[in-house]
């Protein structure tokens, strides 16, 4: 890890998950370091990584045989003597395909607040998740924790409004999500595909036709949705250019309309009470 990302994370956090060098830290680690039978480990339910591919697993599982299990997993209590995996699920997986029946861990003494932050940015910093995943976990950060979204960004070094775009995500259908899932779309191309009307069906051109992202954001822009497309035909670069800023900062579509020379309207679509929340949250307003 970076020194940039070790600052990101604060030394806090830096300390739970392993990576603080620190003299103290790294004292702390030896104290806590403990070798535990792979038997005595259990996975997070809650942890923001579902899927593991395959071939990943077994390459590292061939490293594992070889070189044995450098980094310590992070673990707490159960409390009837078995731990919970809270960072390295996928280390070991691999292990026990290894055949190793003895791994290293760190024990550490976490809610599950702290358990679901550490889970998510160990994963986001080594790329582990897919968009889906990701946009799930801050999701529940949010609606469970009350974290907001500029928190998030700035505790897994991102902008806010990467925060908010891959939160629209889960706006997508069922069906265009499982094929983000299984990696048929990429984020970029499910990101171009969220103000259409038709999702579904470009999802399946896109892949049809292995397009780039660029061209599916073409593709998008021709394909809809049409009401707005009348819309932006009488508009001009400028005010195209600050519906799309605005859009962006909010995480939401903007439109403004003009009215000649008797002002005009900023509307907000939004598709959730979630979104209107955050709406109202953003403007500095309350409800009730």
């Known amino acids: 890890m970076t020194q940039v990302q070790k600052r990101r994370l604060g ?41 593991f591919a395959e071939e990943d697993l077994n390459a590292l599982a061939r ?12 673990v707490r209590p159960r409390g009837d003597g078995s731990f919970e995996i809270v960072a390295g699920e996928r280390r070991w ?25 550490i889970a998510l940015i160990e994963n986001i910093q080594r790329s582990d998740l897919n968009a889906l995943e990701e946009a799930r976990a801050y999701r529940q950060l949010i609606e469970q924790y009350g974290h907001t979204q500029q928190q998030l960004a700035d505790a897994v070094g991102k902008s806010r409004s990467h925060i908010a775009n891959t939160m629209r995500l889960l706006n997508l259908p069922d069906a265009t999500q499982k ?31 292995n397009l780039t992202v660029r061209q599916t954001e073409d593709m998008a822009r021709n394909a809809g949705p049409s009401a707005k497309r009348k819309t932006d035909a009488g508009k001009d670069a400028d005010t195209r250019a600050i519906e799309k800023q605005l859009s962006e900062i909010i995480g939401l579509a903007v439109t403004i309309k003009h009215k000649d020379k008797v002002g005009g309207q900023v509307l907000i679509g939004y598709k959730t009470l979630d979104q209107l929340d955050e709406i109202i949250r953003k403007l500095g307003g309350q409800i009730g």
Not at 103 to 115: G, M, Q
Request: hydrophobic share 40%; glycine share 6%; proline share 6%.
């Open 179 to 209: 094929q983000i899932e299984e990696g048929s779309l990429t984020a970029g191309h499910a990101r171009a595909l969220i103000a259409t009307d038709a999702p579904e069906e470009l999802a399946e051109k896109i892949i049809q036709l």
């Open 63 to 74: 490293s594992l045989k070889e070189k044995g299990l450098l980094q310590p997993l992070v």
């Open 11 to 51: 030394r806090g956090l830096a300390a739970l998950i392993g990576d603080d060098t620190t003299e103290e830290a790294v004292v702390q680690d030896i104290r806590s370091l403990r070798h535990v039978p792979v038997e005595l480990l259990h996975p997070n339910p809650h942890n923001p990584r579902k899927h």
């Open 93 to 117: 997986r691999a292990s026990q395909r290894a055949g190793l029946h003895e791994l290293p861990v760190l024990v550490r003494e976490l809610d599950d607040k702290e358990t679901l932050e």
